[in-house]
């Protein structure tokens, strides 16, 4: 439950010669994060730039590009050195014409904390965390599971389904609508206004179509939030908006009205995105290693300890995106103020220094805590929430149908550096 955004690609300064020697060995890596074959198994060539060239310099992205555990974690916890705050210099730098484009998209996103270094991150996550507390999400457990049986009751007759269409999409989505208050039946719209902002923060594709798709939904997606919480201002209900609507901290700070649309935004996008992505490539991986999966089946009591391992064998966020904010070197490169930086969340995840055997999927595994929800300050805020779907919506699965296995063709995932992600997953069912 974390969204992360992939920048269009800038003027980022390029390496200076001396300070950045490329060895004959770092040349050879030729990353293209656009490839087929590099999106279907990037652990190929992450494998080789964790080996080779930890801090490699990305021409194609102009950007540093960390595969390392330890690197991963140590630019998730630097507030001196690392920046989170990317959004404003790129619409800075945007001519006049593009930035009156993306007008609304600015004005809501670069509200979003995920985008904010303190102090400004600091007072939206506190005042956020107020609503969205553990305890809170943690209580929506006999909801996910309600919502979670009503989707697998609604596809029983049939012997092939999408996990992605037809369960693994709408059960986030659902949740997060439940917890804010949102009515069910405006599941559609909402699913299909984040898809098309999403092609604004994760998609890797450089259009003038996506910009003009992403502003839309923005605006729809703004207009809809602003009338939900007119009315709420209202007749409060008992929902996390009313809570958000009416929310004073102990100085009687408060949301202000453009605050309250972009935290409305950010919770459905990023309450549902990468869960959706979490339990469908779980679910992926599950079927990759079948005795794993019959391993959960058998004992539901695995649940939570299967969520941790699938978050980090096939976890839903492909990279963070951070901004060197004071120069400084690592692996003998030196990083410079300004440049960007994909920390590569899932290239971490498999770093043979953190994880024995870390392609192998083991559900009882132990080890040093993964990354899928970033770490220190910028952790996941849903994280939670995204731990509770996971461990009711694989059992539930599990226990509807007695038999899972590929349908078709190998999946094609989407063609994005911040989400790890596939289009569709058929399967083959038989019913439990």
Not at 54 to 76: G, I, N, Q
Not at 273 to 286: F, R
Not at 364 to 384: E, Q, Y
Request: with cysteine; glycine share 6%.
């Amino acid at each position: 439950m974390s969204a992360a955004g992939r920048l269009p690609r800038g003027s980022h300064r390029s390496p200076q010669g001396a300070g950045t020697s490329m060895t004959s060995t770092t040349q050879v890596i030729d990353w293209m994060p656009e490839d087929p074959a590099t999106l279907a198994d990037p652990y190929v060539i992450f494998a080789r730039m964790r080996d080779e060239d930890p801090c490699h310099w990305s021409p194609r992205l102009k950007s540093w590009v960390l595969t390392r555990y330890d690197d991963v974690k140590r630019v998730c916890l630097d507030k001196e050195r690392i920046s989170s705050d990317r959004l404003r210099p790129f619409f800075s730098s945007m001519p006049s014409t593009e930035a009156a484009r993306i007008g609304e998209i600015m004005r809501y996103l670069s509200l979003w904390m995920v985008f904010k270094d303190p102090p400004e991150h600091t007072r939206l996550r506190r005042l956020t965390s107020r609503v969205f507390s553990a305890r809170t999400m943690q209580a929506m457990r006999p909801q996910v599971q309600q919502i979670s049986n009503w989707l697998l009751d609604a596809l029983d007759g049939r012997e092939q389904i999408d996990l992605l269409a037809d369960y693994a999409g709408p059960l986030p989505c659902l949740v997060i609508m439940a917890m804010l208050g949102v009515p069910r039946d405006s599941l559609a719209d909402l699913k299909r206004m984040s898809d098309e902002i999403a092609l604004f923060i994760g998609s890797s594709r450089n259009s003038p179509e996506k910009y003009g798709t992403a502003e839309a939904a923005t605006q729809e997606m703004a207009a809809f939030f602003r009338a939900l919480i007119a009315q709420r201002r209202a007749q409060p209900g008992a929902d996390a908006l009313s809570e958000l609507v009416h929310l004073r901290d102990d100085d009687g700070d408060r949301f202000s009205d453009d605050e309250l649309v972009a935290v409305c935004i950010l919770m459905l996008f990023a309450g549902h995105e990468t869960t959706t992505n979490h339990i469908a490539n779980g679910m992926q991986s599950l079927m990759q290693f079948p005795g794993e999966m019959q391993r959960l089946r058998a004992d539901p009591g695995l649940a939570a300890a299967a969520v941790e391992e699938l978050l980090r064998h096939e976890g839903p966020s492909g990279a963070l995106v951070r901004i060197v904010a004071e120069g400084h070197e690592l692996h003998g490169k030196k990083l410079q103020p300004g440049q960007r930086i994909f920390v590569m969340i899932n290239g971490a995840n498999r770093d043979p220094r953190a994880y024995p055997e870390p392609d192998r999927l083991d559900l009882t595994r132990d080890g040093v805590p993964h990354l899928a929800f970033g770490f220190g300050m910028h952790i996941c805020l849903g994280f939670p929430l995204a731990r509770t779907e996971g461990t009711v919506a694989f059992p539930a699965l599990l226990a509807h149908y007695s038999h899972i296995e590929p349908a078709g063709l190998k999946p094609e995932w989407i063609n994005s550096l911040v989400f790890r992600g596939m289009k569709t997953l058929p399967v083959a069912v038989k019913r439990a």
